[in-house]
């Protein structure tokens, strides 16, 4: 098993930064992705950002956060950040830190959640 826990959601206004933490714990050897992914009041849950934990350190962005959202990750940490920039009111919604099992292709792992608002 692998526990998630989010940390750093806040209400802010248009145009500002916010960054979420993500901080992993248990058998994260085996978790081989992790991310963040959102959902807003009366919406899908969707992709803001995922990040391979192997050497490729391959990244993952939605389409709506490309440009203006980084995620990066401390692998001796067992953190993943998600640096957000230009922030819109589109943004607000529970952002979600998930884990994907190696060999597997769906998220798994999912923390609480954070809430971030973003205000006009």
């Known amino acids: 098993q692998v526990q998630l826990v989010e940390s750093g959601g806040d209400s802010v206004q248009a145009g500002g930064s916010l960054k979420l933490s993500c901080q992993a714990s248990?058998?994260?050897?085996?978790?081989?992705?992790i991310g963040w992914y959102r959902q807003a009041p009366g919406k899908e849950r969707e992709l803001v950002a995922t990040?391979?934990?192997?050497?490729?350190?391959?990244?993952k962005y939605g389409d709506s956060v490309k440009g203006r959202f980084t995620i990066s990750q401390d692998l001796a940490k067992n953190t993943v950040s998600l640096e957000m920039n230009s922030l819109k009111t589109e943004d607000t919604g529970v952002y979600y830190c998930?884990?994907?099992?190696?060999?597997?292709?769906?998220?798994?792992?999912w923390g609480q959640g954070t809430q971030v608002t973003i205000s006009s």
């Open positions: 998930a884990g994907r099992r190696c060999g597997r292709v769906d998220y798994e792992w």
């Open positions: 248990g058998r994260t050897y085996s978790m081989c992705d």
């Open positions: 990040i391979s934990r192997d050497e490729s350190g391959n990244i």
